[in-house]
């Protein structure tokens, strides 16, 4: 199995500020690594110590080609990290996570951070649809959210970046968009909610533990969530029919991770253990990610650490983006 994965270096320059990496999943045999951050428009100056603008975002597969979110764009490259072309929009401003729209791998579903607003674009960067949380009736009644004032016309790409909208009143930090089938998620960690955008309106998770959330994806059969508690530094598991939290798992508890918090304490700005990125194998087995910089396979049935890669020994190298792909 080949893993892909990305990483935010904290506190870095920009232009050091992040990597990609490609691994042979059973040597951890590293094949091959890049740098990343964001180009045209550059960043040249980020005072945020936490990440922001630096390093890699989600990442999507498919058979032939590698999706990897920047800061305001998103990298097309071959599965031998060659980069091939890039997508934009000028509504794309602090990407997190990206995802393809259900079956339709040219549709491309973006979950601008900066702006609050989950958007729909093709390969070329086409804006097809946009949702704007802020906006919606229900999430301002329930929330008391107001819309945001942008000019959706005009380039937003950085024009956001020193603006510190997370503290701003009404921002909800829609930090994902995640499909299945005909059904499209969004997740606002800021009110801890869950939110399906197609093919009807309705928050369907809310709960004190999304807050903070990271990387949800849906299972196989579509019944359940599993996201990353972040801060919580665990797994959570919702059923979507019942909007219940069915299940965590606790990194702390395996042996291996315990010992790397103790070993890697938390820094200013980072936390050790910090959870993000996660990819379903199968119907047994995930991958994580955490920081300092490393991958865990759990086995979610019997909750056991399968296997353990640790990439770098600085809290400050937190992934972010994982995806696999067989040999």
Same mark, same amino acid.
């Given at each position: 199995?080949?893993?892909?994965?990305? =990483?935010?270096? !904290? !506190?870095?320059?920009? !232009?050091?500020?992040?990597?990609? /990496?490609?691994?042979?999943?059973?040597?951890?045999?590293?094949?091959k690594r890049i740098p990343i951050y964001p180009t045209d428009p550059d960043v040249e100056y980020d005072p945020n110590p936490r990440g922001n603008s630096r390093g890699g975002k989600g990442i999507i597969i @498919?058979?032939?080609?590698?999706?990897?979110?920047?800061? %305001?764009? =998103?990298?097309?490259?071959?599965? %031998?990290? @060659?980069?091939?072309?890039?997508?934009?929009?000028?509504?794309?401003?602090?990407?997190?996570?990206?995802?393809?729209? &259900?079956?339709?791998?040219?549709? *491309?579903?973006?979950?601008?951070?900066?702006?609050?607003?989950?958007?729909?674009?093709?390969?070329?960067g086409n804006c097809l649809k946009s949702w704007w949380p802020r906006e919606e009736a229900l999430l301002q009644e329930k929330y008391g959210l107001f819309p945001m004032d942008i000019d959706k016309t005009a380039d937003n790409r950085i024009k956001y970046l020193h603006a510190e909208l997370e503290k701003k009143e009404s921002h909800t930090h829609l930090n994902s968009v995640?499909?299945?089938?005909k059904h499209t998620y969004a997740l606002m960690k800021k009110q801890g909610i /869950?939110?399906? =955008?197609?093919?009807?309106?309705?928050?369907?998770?809310?709960?004190?533990?999304?807050?903070?959330? +990271?990387?949800p994806v849906v299972s196989?059969? &579509?019944?359940?969530? $599993?996201?990353?508690?972040?801060?919580?530094? +665990?797994?959570?598991?919702?059923?979507? !029919?019942t909007g219940k939290l069915i299940k965590k798992i606790n990194f702390l508890d395996f042996v291996e991770i315990a010992e790397l918090h103790r070993k890697y304490p938390d820094?200013?700005? @980072?936390?050790?253990?910090?959870?993000? &990125?996660?990819?379903?194998?199968?119907? @047994?087995? $995930?991958?994580? &990610?955490?920081?300092?910089?490393? *991958?865990?396979?759990?086995? $979610?049935?019997r909750n056991r650490l399968s296997d353990f890669y640790q990439y770098s020994s600085d809290v400050g190298d937190a992934v972010h983006g994982i995806v696999h792909m067989s040999k």
């Open positions: 199995m080949l893993v892909y994965f990305d =990483i935010v270096k !904290r !506190r870095r320059p920009i !232009r050091e500020g992040g990597e990609l /990496v490609k691994t042979d999943w059973s040597t951890k045999e590293i094949l @498919n058979q032939k080609e590698l999706f990897v979110g920047t800061y %305001h764009a =998103i990298l097309v490259l071959d599965l %031998h990290l @060659n980069l091939k072309r890039k997508i934009t929009n000028h509504l794309f401003s602090n990407i997190h996570e990206i995802c393809f729209a &259900g079956d339709n791998e040219e549709r *491309i579903w973006v979950s601008s951070t900066a702006i609050d607003c989950a958007l729909l674009v093709d390969q070329a995640t499909a299945s089938g /869950v939110v399906q =955008i197609e093919p009807a309106i309705k928050i369907v998770l809310e709960d004190e533990w999304i807050r903070g959330a +990271h990387s196989g059969d &579509g019944e359940q969530m $599993i996201m990353c508690g972040s801060a919580s530094k +665990h797994i959570l598991f919702y059923q979507l !029919r820094q200013p700005y @980072n936390k050790s253990i910090f959870v993000r &990125g996660l990819e379903i194998i199968d119907a @047994n087995r $995930i991958l994580v &990610g955490v920081a300092p910089a490393s *991958i865990l396979e759990i086995d $979610i049935n």
